[in-house]
């Protein structure tokens, strides 16, 4: 029960801190953003079998030792390939009694983060004090560049950008003394996203 009670955790903290984030925003953020979310979804679920061509080696492996983690509740441990569990067996591996032991069940969390990263730029570009307009620049660049484009389309780094956003929204509120106890909770969730995702993730560290 543990794997599947941190699954709605993080993704109830996800809807509250973008909620929290873009509550005051006018209509038109909202539909600038709903936009750029649509195309950013449409990139990414475009040819699938495409950018890149098949699966990269660790994925399927990856799948594999979370699914293996999951049944035997070790889900906090490092997987065959050197890298964190957790996030794997908490999305990846709970998604293959629905979807079955695909494409799909390895690239949809990612995914589905990197189309959410696009609303948490917006919110950070806002955070910095910036208007509208170019907040939604930030985010179109997230929705569209092609280097947003393949990690949303493979089974690590969709997330990777959405936490970094996440994080970075946290502490601009906290350092700016406009931030409080939310900042707070959906800034340390992010910072552990990182941490238990992949070892890039983990030079946010040094932001905090």
């Known amino acids: ?108 969390y990612s995914m589905i983060t990197s189309v959410l990263a696009v609303a948490a730029a917006f919110a950070v ?12 620049v930030i985010s179109a660049a997230v929705a569209a560049f092609p280097w947003s484009i393949f990690f949303g389309r493979i089974s690590l780094g969709g997330e990777l950008v959405f936490h970094q956003l996440l994080l970075l929204a946290a502490l601009i509120r906290l350092v700016w003394a406009t931030g409080g106890w939310v900042e707070v909770a959906f800034g340390s969730v992010a910072l552990c996203a990182l941490l238990y995702d992949y070892f890039v993730g983990r030079v946010m560290v040094g932001v905090t």
Not at 28 to 39: P, Q
Not at 125 to 136: D, E, F, K, N
Request: proline share 7%; net charge neutral.
């Open 1 to 108: 029960m543990l794997a599947p009670a941190l699954g709605i955790g993080i993704c109830l903290t996800y809807v509250t801190a973008l909620w929290w984030l873009l509550r005051r925003e006018p209509a038109v953020a909202f539909v600038g953003i709903a936009a750029l979310c649509s195309v950013a979804l449409a990139t990414r679920v475009w040819y699938t079998t495409d950018f890149p061509d098949g699966l990269i080696e660790d994925e399927p492996k990856f799948l594999r030792c979370a699914g293996e983690a999951l049944q035997g509740g070790n889900i906090f441990g490092e997987s065959c390939i050197g890298i964190p569990l957790l996030l794997g067996s908490v999305f990846e591996a709970q998604l293959v009694p629905l979807v079955g032991p695909n494409r799909w069940a390895i690239r949809s």
């Open 125 to 136: 570009g806002r955070t910095l004090g910036l208007h509208v307009a170019p907040s939604l």
